[in-house]
């Protein structure tokens, strides 16, 4: 993260002058760069009015959304490079050419611009598509869809887009100081897509394995009846992941959850349409929605109280 | 009744020519409508006018152009101010860009309850992606290395959602209902140049489908109307066509494309039809 202690003598993000263990929890590093995003916003001198700006919405700003509904969010959860954010490109990059969700209707995004700039990293140039970069360690934001089912209900639904060094961090050690993006995701998510990366169970094979276990363990400590899906990223190359590793992790995972289900996904179309790619990166959130909204489960409920960072958590059961 | 009807378009999207043969159709009496009152200033279309009148595509109205323009329209027993609070365009790039709406549109906005969309579907741009292609091996090892040259520019469809969202939210709309007051008529504006026998709902899936798919999910289907409009019929680019509209006039041509795809000649019914 680029940014500057407001104390001109601190030498943060190396050290914190105020003794903080991490100088991003310290009041001065905050308001200095609270000021700098302010700035940004403030382009050819217009504060805006409006009360969303369009970019993906850090946890402080949940609120702007979450005050007229109790919202979904689903954690996206994976090691680094394991496709969770061009997942994230390709499903809005669908919903752009007409693919739509099996029971909800797209009524509307507070994070438009980040949905797009995502949708841009997908587009093709000199016959070459560049993908999204890796997202950065401290990175945690939100992207939004506002949906409508079909009885023309409301339903706010929020992916979350963070590191994948996170949880590999948060798998080993949930308790450690740099997982708390991993913490969050995990305590306030109502649902959970579970990244399988096929490159590298056929580069690491089983370390690679042993890792997304780790994760799934983890996952499952205190998952209570939340749903979680396992998808399969870049499966165009399924077959090449050896048929032990395969079974094995199949087999693993099933018995680590209960009514274990997975998606394969791709970005890379064999035929037109491809069902890994045009249908099953779209199913993915069918499946995790139609979970969510089978049955009484507890969802989390963010409670605004207006402010930005005054939110608090309680459950709430939701039919 | 005093109705005020809102028309909202990005740069080039035909509405100088609509409201150029919208007005001459007014005066010619060629349409069931009238003008309840002369029109204050004729200024921002009188080039355009010219240009018709002598077979002459007109020129676009330059963007930066901040002019409003409104007609005084009567509709049976019903006046209609048809309101076009920024003429050239540039404003309606800047609500989305810049993030914030004039007092001249939060008035328009608050004060009509009817708005018409115009798009140029023929303009938008769709590139290619990911999913539009068939993808080899040679493909993905290029794509490893390529980096990507950042446009700040969100795309077409992206666009439209978040302006008719900003637009919404000054109209204090609350999206826990759907639109039941508020009436949308989108246009599709230079219909000919699109060649196509699609209906206009069709066209509109094909080409912005989560745009239509927003659009629905907001307004009840009796307060949204999808028409398409050529409001010069064809292009000025043949010495025949040219003649066409320097002998029989301009208000001859231009015609609407209705729900159900059948063309009428009045494009004087778009009032109407975004008032229905």
Known sequence: ?????????????????????????CEFWINSNADQAKIKTLKKGNKSELPWTGEALSIE??????????????????KADAGKTTFLAMLYTLLLRGGKLKDFDFC???????????????????????????????????????????????????????????????????????????????SNSSAFILFIDCEDLIKRKNLAKTEIIDLAQMLKHDLKDKPVIAVWSKSDKKQEVHIQIRQKLQEELTEIFDDYVEVDI??????????????????????ILSKVFSVNRSVIVLENKNTGKDIFLNYKSIK | MNKSILLIGKPHSSKTVFLTQFYSRLQKKKSSLSLYKAVDDLSPISSSREALASGEEPQTTPAEKSV???????????????????????????????????????????????WILFIRLNSINKSLDISDITYSDQHKQNGEVMISDNEDKISDQSFFIELLQILLHSKGYDYHQMNDKLKLTVVMTCWDEMDTNEKPYEALKSKLPLLLNFIE????????????????????????????????????????????????????????????
């Not at chain 1, 590191?163 to 993006?181: C, K, L, T």
Request: charged residues 25%; glycine residues 6%.
């Open chain 2, 68 to 114: 409003k323009f409104y007609l005084p329209i009567q509709v049976a027993d019903i006046q209609v101010d048809l309101r076009c609070p920024e003429y050239g365009g540039e404003q309606v790039l800047s609500i989305v860009e810049n993030r914030g709406l004039s007092k001249e549109w939060k008035d328009s906005i608050n004060e009509s309850n009817n």
């Open chain 1, 266 to 287: 791709s970005n890379f179309s064999a035929d037109d349409p491809d069902i890994l790619v045009h249908t099953n990166n779209i199913k993915v959130i069918d499946i």
């Open chain 1, 61 to 78: 700003e949940l609120g702007k959304v979450t005050y007229r509904n109790s919202p979904i969010i689903i954690g996206v959860v994976g």
């Open chain 2, 217 to 276: 999910s907001n307004w009840d289907k009796p307060l949204l109307n999808i028409i398409g409009l050529s409001a010069q019929g064809f292009a000025l680019d043949t010495i025949e066509n040219k003649e066409k509209y320097q002998i029989e006039g301009p208000e001859e041509f231009g015609y609407l494309v209705m729900p159900d795809g059948i063309q009428t000649k009045d494009i004087t019914q778009l009032i109407e039809q975004a008032l229905l």
């Open chain 1, 108 to 186: 509307g995004t507070k994070t438009i611009k980040a949905w797009d700039d995502l949708y841009h990293k997908l587009k093709v140039q000199k016959e070459s598509v560049a993908f999204p970069e890796p997202t950065p360690a401290q990175y945690i934001r939100l992207l939004h869809l506002a949906l409508r089912n079909n009885y023309k209900g409301l339903k706010d639904v929020f992916l979350s887009d963070a590191s994948g060094e996170v949880f590999s961090i948060w798998s080993q050690n949930r308790g450690d100081e740099n997982a708390e993006n991993a913490r969050w995701i995990y």
């Open chain 1, 1 to 25: 993260m680029v940014g500057k202690c407001s104390n001109l003598e601190c030498a943060a993000p190396i050290n914190c002058h105020e003794g903080n263990d991490k100088h991003t929890e």
